[in-house]
């Protein structure tokens, strides 16, 4: 166990102890750990490279943590949910041994995909939700249009909500054979969320008409389809959208789904009908006038993720916005903006507090008033996340743990050999460090 970080029972149940408790861990070798101790993270189960995600295996740049896309594994039953562009893998949770892949848009070739100028704000998940998993898959898209190799219509991959049962791994639903109307024009772009065996997903439908959508897990058959309303988005000299449609991820709390759509806005839907509560608009970058044929491509801003509900206020990181942003749940009302600093991903909440990184320091923001509470510099190479006591964060070599309320380092771990960079994400026992080139699965007997 050495390198790895010894937590006792009280830190285990979400009490951070003394700091001693958690830096002498470090060190501490298998005949001194105490009984009660337990060891976070644990030991590599197995690692596996991802399905196929954004058209093929990166490229240098694309390679970078701020412009990779994100992967978002999903545990269903004894197996371990990976979503590529048009696959669903389902591996053993016990070795990563592959015990079944779907492809509900296969044999027949349907395109070539259509590989993303922002990378960065793409994220490939499923959700559970009675028995199925849910997960958009590429299809057949628009096709892009070009004259003498400069881009004038960039073109989509119809991307639609397939349902695939966890036991059998047999398609029950496929929007993409089902679908008319309106509705099966939209483009579902971020990975779908369910509660209660409903799942809710958001699209946009051209460049900037922004849709969100709840369908019977079981059947694939619409509750409701709302039209949220057209917004803005960026476009090439020939009027066309520049850039592959990109969205977060719906929150669905107290029978309200919160949505920030990637063109402009933020709503607040009744979950059960779809009636919009009120909608607003967030700071944006402006954009600057095209330079010349070709699309500009900005800097890295927010990845995809789903707003966080905290204290009264819903607080978001929309993939198009310029600032992190928050209104009041009831009403819609502003509260306060706040600018990225160089953050990239919005790591969760607690204690009063909303955490954002980046790969050079870890923010966390004040609730009630939107003022910096502390900073922390760190060296992520990846996604991390608010989890128990503790806001974790990925590095090549270490994973930090620094403590919530106040910002003081908790504990710093070798990671188990094996581990490479990733995003973080805690699955009941288990903890996943997943990028687009490997997937690792460790043991985690500490945050469930």
Request: no cysteine; hydrophobic share 45%; proline share 0%.
């Given at each position: 166990m050495t390198g790895r970080v010894a937590i006792g029972a009280a830190l285990a149940a979400g009490i951070l102890g003394a700091a001693t408790t958690a830096t002498t861990g470090l060190a501490q070798g298998e005949e001194d750990r105490p009984a009660d101790a337990r060891v976070w993270p644990g030991a590599v189960i197995f690692s596996a490279a991802p399905p196929t995600i954004d058209g093929g295996p990166d490229d240098r740049a694309r390679s970078a943590p701020d412009r990779r896309p994100g992967v978002a594994p999903q545990i269903a039953g004894e197996s371990l949910v990976l979503v590529g562009d048009r696959v669903i893998e389902f591996r053993s949770l016990s070795d990563g041994s592959l015990r079944a892949s779907a492809r509900p848009r296969s044999p027949a070739p349907v395109g070539r995909i259509i590989r993303a100028t922002r990378p960065e704000r793409l994220r490939f998940g499923a959700t559970e939700a009675a028995g199925v998993v849910v997960a958009s898959l590429a299809g057949s898209g628009d096709a892009q249009e070009h004259w003498r190799g400069i881009p004038i219509r960039r073109g989509t991959n119809g991307r639609r909500l397939v349902g695939?049962?966890?036991?059998?791994s047999k398609v029950v639903w496929d929007h993409a054979k089902t679908l008319e109307g309106d509705l099966a024009e939209v483009e579902i772009c971020a990975p779908p969320t369910s509660h209660d065996g409903i799942v809710y997903a958001a699209g946009l439908r051209g460049s900037a008409e922004a849709w969100l959508t709840a369908v019977d897990a079981r059947t694939g058959s619409p509750s409701w389809s709302t039209r949220l309303g057209a917004g803005e988005t960026t476009l090439t000299m020939f009027g066309e959208a520049a850039h592959e449609p990109s969205s977060g991820v719906p929150l669905i709390a107290a029978g309200v789904a919160y949505h920030a759509t990637g063109v402009g806005f933020l709503v607040a839907v009744d979950a059960a009908t779809g009636r919009v509560r009120w909608k607003a608009r967030y700071p944006r970058p402006t954009d600057e006038p095209q330079k010349g044929y070709y699309p500009d491509v900005p800097e890295p801003g927010w990845s995809c993720s789903a707003p966080v509900l905290v204290a009264g206020a819903v607080v978001a990181a929309p993939v198009d916005g310029s600032a992190l942003v928050a209104f009041e749940a009831a009403s819609g009302k502003l509260l306060?903006?706040?600018?990225?600093?160089?953050?990239?991903?919005?790591?969760?909440?607690?204690?009063?507090?909303?955490?954002?990184?980046g790969p050079s320091h870890v923010d966390a923001i004040e609730v009630a008033s939107g003022k910096l509470a502390w900073r922390v510099t760190t060296e992520a190479t990846g996604r991390g996340l608010v989890v128990g006591p503790h806001v974790a964060i990925p590095g090549a070599r270490t994973l930090t743990l620094i403590d919530l309320p106040s910002g003081k380092l908790a504990a710093s771990a070798a990671w188990p050999d094996g581990v490479g960079d990733g995003d973080l994400s805690v699955a009941g026992r288990h903890l996943i460090v997943a990028s687009p080139r490997r997937v690792t699965v460790l043991e985690n007997d500490v945050y469930h």
């Open positions: 695939i049962d966890a036991d059998t306060w903006t706040r600018e990225r600093e160089g953050a990239r991903h919005l790591l969760g909440a607690g204690a009063g507090l909303v955490v954002v990184g």
